[in-house]
């Protein structure tokens, strides 16, 4: 394993790190994360050009702070490195994985550091309506619209444990306390809401355009 | 009881659930594989929660910020000598233990899929099979004596190449790969090549001695190959 990562490590020196990151760009997300496995650094970064930015936004709708959102994708994309063996790669999409890790980073620091507003919902971008960015692919605008179409036809009781447990970050009985319902309530809402909200979306799924892996 | 264990993946999915009742969870998922197979399918739809919270692009100094933390690590981090040992470790951190758990769920969820692979999705299929053989820590890497890369052979002899700048195999041609014992080729898989880094799938098993190379065929392949090699292993 130390002859391959010395093979790629030893791409000629006058490339440039744009055309460093060309070579991995036809690759597979698992392919990459494979070769992250094998201590290829120029495959996390190619990795980290696909995802990070879903990634960043992610932590960022948590954390509510730029700072501290680029620390968590930081210590996500760190946690990738170390970890990528023991990803089942021939059977999973990569992205999913380092999505949960991101997620998982991100509610961990909202959660310490308290730094979760007294009402997300009524942030603007607590409310699934981001604002417009001229900059992003095509797809991903469509699969931002695509998912918000499907939260808007959730019971709103539903939606909003949904949305306050992942993009706010409360845990359940956290739920249970600032919502005055019962924790089996809370649980109940989120297990037919996150249903739903599957079903929903493997319909519009069959009949839109979905970009099936953030390959570039 | 089974059943309220069952609606906590929808929490654990969403990383709602508190400490006890996490803890809890993960234990029961190791011995539960219809919660693996929800947990798996739930994370694809956190996932597309995920992509419905994008918005401003990040800081370039992140990615640079990254690769510099990775840089600093030693590496006996990235590939340990005892994984299945270190992802049982008590002392992962939350993370850690999310990553194996994540592993755990969408392997199997992923087995399952596998099974209605159509000839369609076998080129992935494949594609992903060479990926896990490189990604094995326990995997021997032989270098080549013909072309730029390396061979990796997992412990049951099956084999991914991983091919540097090998480009794009001529037109009306193919690539196409042969496991050599003593002097008798066996056909092993046809690929279409790429510039930059390319990682095939060898198709049979790889015993000790043996050689994989790589010839430049008509396309569709042959039964024997077209010598020189363009590429070819140290003997395994």
């Known amino acids: 394993m130390e002859a391959l990562a010395s093979t790629l490590l030893a791409l000629p020196e006058s490339q440039d790190r744009f055309a460093m990151r060309r070579h991995h760009a036809h690759l597979s997300d698992e392919a990459l994360v494979a070769l992250v496995a094998r201590g290829d650094e120029d495959a996390l970064g190619e990795l980290y050009d696909r995802v990070g930015r879903i990634a960043y936004g992610l932590a960022l709708r948590v954390l509510r702070d730029e700072r501290h959102a680029e620390d968590a994708v930081q210590e996500a994309f760190l946690q990738v490195w170390r970890s990528a063996a023991t990803f089942r790669a021939e059977r999973a999409k990569a992205s999913t994985w380092i999505l949960t890790l991101v997620h998982r980073r991100a509610v961990d620091l909202v959660r310490r550091e308290e730094r979760r507003q007294a009402d997300p919902l009524t942030d603007d971008s607590a409310a699934g309506v981001a604002p417009e960015q001229t900059d992003e692919a095509a797809w991903l605008r469509f699969e931002r619209e695509r998912v918000q179409t499907a939260l808007k036809q959730l019971p709103d009781v539903q939606r909003e444990a949904l949305e306050l447990a992942y993009y706010g970050g409360f845990s359940q009985s956290e739920l249970a306390e600032r919502l005055g319902v019962p924790l089996g309530t809370i649980k109940s809402r989120m297990f037919a809401g996150l249903s739903r909200l599957r079903e929903l979306l493997d319909d519009s799924t069959q009949e839109g355009s979905w970009k099936p892996e953030f390959t570039s | ?236």
């Open chain 2, 1 to 236: 009881m089974e059943a309220g264990i069952h609606e906590l993946t929808a929490g654990y999915a969403l990383d709602a659930l508190d400490p006890e009742e996490r803890s809890a969870y993960e234990a029961h998922l190791a011995g539960c594989e219809r919660c693996r197979e929800e947990l798996a399918s739930f994370w694809e739809t956190t996932e597309a929660l995920a992509v419905a919270a994008s918005g401003p692009a990040p800081s370039p100094a992140l990615r640079d910020r990254i690769l510099a933390d990775v840089r600093a690590e030693p590496p006996q981090n990235v590939v340990p000598l005892e994984p299945r040992r270190r992802r049982v470790a008590p002392v992962l951190g939350a993370v850690a233990a999310v990553a194996a758990v994540a592993a755990l769920a969408l392997g199997i969820w992923g087995s399952r899929l596998s099974s209605d692979l159509g000839e369609t999705r076998s080129a992935l299929a494949r594609a992903r099979a060479a990926s896990a053989i490189v990604a094995d820590p326990s995997a021997r890497t032989v270098d080549l004596a013909e072309g730029v890369g390396s061979l990796v052979v997992d412990q049951d002899g099956r084999a991914a190449l991983v091919l540097m700048n090998l480009g794009p195999a001529p037109a009306g041609k193919t690539y196409q790969a042969w496991i050599i014992e003593d002097d008798n080729p066996i056909p092993a898989g046809i690929f279409p090549g790429e510039d930059g880094v390319d990682v095939v799938l060898v198709d049979g098993d790889v015993a000790d001695g043996e050689v994989v190379a790589v010839t430049v065929e008509q396309a569709g392949g042959a039964e024997t190959p077209n010598l020189p090699p363009v590429v070819a292993s140290d003997p395994v």
